[in-house]
């Protein structure tokens, strides 16, 4: 089966809506016919994403350190749960488990994922598509950062083109199927 990989926040957000945003983007993920894979955890968006799609049918595979097992409340009802030694490990697995990559609103977590996911395809070692969703403009400063480094001659324009942004669920995943002729 296809996997999309969903990096997103261990935090809700102030504002309902994000987790209303979360789950839309769940459901369109196992509508498209796509598994999830995430970060293992039952708290925040992760959560959310989660519940969503296994309460759709989907398949849910969580990777999560033994360390952050507690922390962030392993989730127990998974299609399959994988438990790692490290984050570099979580991280390795995930991408290994996954045919593309969405990062949706969330902190710190999900900006490294997301980062290291669009290094990675920079430098050739994989080479599945990426997609940042923008929802309501959360990522709009970093998507003006992201072409200030273009401007300023640190990121080629073939480079700033390795993930696509969107402010829909549904805009972002049709843009993602069209570039790699997924089903
Ligand atoms: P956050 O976006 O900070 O709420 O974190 C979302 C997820 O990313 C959580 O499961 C974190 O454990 C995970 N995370 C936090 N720091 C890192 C990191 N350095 N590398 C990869 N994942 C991380």
Known sequence: MKRICVFCGSHVGNDPDYAGMARASALAIVRAGYGVVYGGGGIGLMAVVADTALAAGGEVIGVIPHALARTEMAHQGLTELHLVSTMHERKAMME??????????????TMDEFC???SWRQLRLHDKPIGLL???GYYDALLALFDSMVRQGFVGPHTRGLFIDARTIEELLAEMFAEKNLP
């Open 116 to 118: 290291e996911v669009l």
């Open 134 to 136: 923008n929802y309501r």
């Open 96 to 109: 290994d488990l996954s045919d593309a990559f969405i990062a949706l609103p969330g902190g710190f977590g």
